[in-house]
Each structure stands twice: as C-alpha cells, then as structure tokens.
Nanobody, 115 residues
Framework: QVQLVESGGGLVQPGGSLRLSCAASGSIFSTRTMAWYRQAPGKQREWVGLITTDGSIRYANSVKGRFTISRDNAKNTVYLEMNGLKPEDTAVYYC?????????WGQGTQVTVSS
C-alpha cells in the first residue's frame, strides 16, 4: 500500500510562486515515475508533468517554462515549484504514482491564484 501526501498549497497573487511537496510512504519511491496533475472546478483532471526514475522531466505546454518538477529520493518526496502563477492555475493539485497496474493518488492540495 502506497500513501501520498501533498502539501504546500495556498492563496497566492498572480505572478507569485508556490512550492508543492508530495511525500510517499514505503520503499519503492526511487523506482517509480512520479507525476503531478491538477483539477480546476468544473473541469477534468489535467496532467501537469512527470519525473522519471533517471530524472527525465516532461511538462504540459500550459506550464512549461513556469513550473519545475524535482525529486529527492532520500526523502521519498517529489516537488512542484510553480512560478509566474496565473489565475488559470487555480486548481487542486495531486501527485500520482503507478505501481503494478495500480495508480495511487494523494488527497490533493488547493492552489488559488487571485488578487
């Protein structure tokens, strides 16, 4: 059983920054690709980006150049650094791990971008 816990969300003004964290339980974190998703009110969950076990990173076009994903295997944690935030980035942000055909999600953390 894997547990994922996101943190770091909050209210920020347009142009501001936030750093989200996702801490994973267990001992398999370093062997798994980790992904970030977000879901805005009334919209479908949207892929934000991912980081593989060898550190390769991919981003959705909507966040490329503004968001940075990193991981710390010693801490079983993946990060999402968000800069230049826009009102359209407002959403609940989730991390995701796939294990043996199963997909695990955290509870999410709310990010609100508003003046």
């Amino acid at each position: 059983q894997v547990q994922l816990v996101e943190s770091g969300g909050g209210l920020v003004q347009p142009g501001g920054s936030l750093r989200l964290s996702c801490a994973a339980s267990g001992s398999i974190f370093s062997t798994r690709t980790m992904a970030w998703y977000r879901q805005a009110p009334g919209k479908q969950r949207e892929w934000v980006g991912l980081i593989t076990t060898d550190g390769s990173i991919r981003y959705a076009n909507s966040v490329k150049g503004r968001f940075t994903i990193s991981r710390d295997n010693a801490k079983n944690t993946v990060y999402l650094e968000m800069n230049g935030l826009k009102p359209e980035d407002t959403a609940v942000y989730y991390c995701n791990m796939g294990v043996g055909g199963l997909t695990y999600w955290g509870q999410g953390t709310q990010v609100t971008v508003s003046s």
